[in-house]
């Protein structure tokens, strides 16, 4: 798994010691507000996410990267590729800690994983699957250059489709 440096951010892959920032995350109301069915995550399910967050990397060669703040050296959210069975396409998607929103570590993660998707992996097109409620990553998928294309319902939940396609990138400076 590829390590990925950006100015105030590194993306690696999850380690044992995550699982106390990881579950504490998992476990926050606002953050797990608009993901999947909006219930937040034992300590237990924290790891076993974690544990499906790793095998993703074995059975895809991409998945989500833990974000960890160089300043600090501390474990602040997830942002990656996601593409399980079943899932309507290739999703660069993106969770922080509450704590750390508001300082444009989801965009600057983000514009990251987008980039590996677009020039390694060679993807035509990313999609995000967003919560209409959820204006923050709202916000965060229009300043990477995608557009709202659909409203679908997956697994009982209403969801907005953007994409994302190489040519829509905004490699405009992070705004922080």
Known sequence: MEILETERLLLRQFCVADIDAYAAMLADPKVVAYVGSGETLSRAQAWKNMAMVMGHWTLRGYGLWAVEEKKTQTLIGRVGLYYPEGWPGLEVG????????????????????????????????L???IHPENVRSQRVAQRLG??????LTLNGVPIWQYELYPSRVDHSEDRH
């Not at 750390?100 to 983000?110: F, R, T, V």
């Not at 390694?120 to 097109?125: A, D, E, H, S």
């Not at 995608?146 to 409203?151: H, L, M, V």
């Open 146 to 151: 995608s557009q709202k294309a659909a409203a």
């Open 127 to 129: 999609i995000s699957l």
């Open 94 to 125: 993106w969770m922080l800690a509450r704590s750390h929103w508001g300082y444009g570590y989801a965009l600057e993660s983000a514009k990251a994983a987008v980039e590996v998707a677009f020039n390694q992996l060679q993807c035509p097109k």
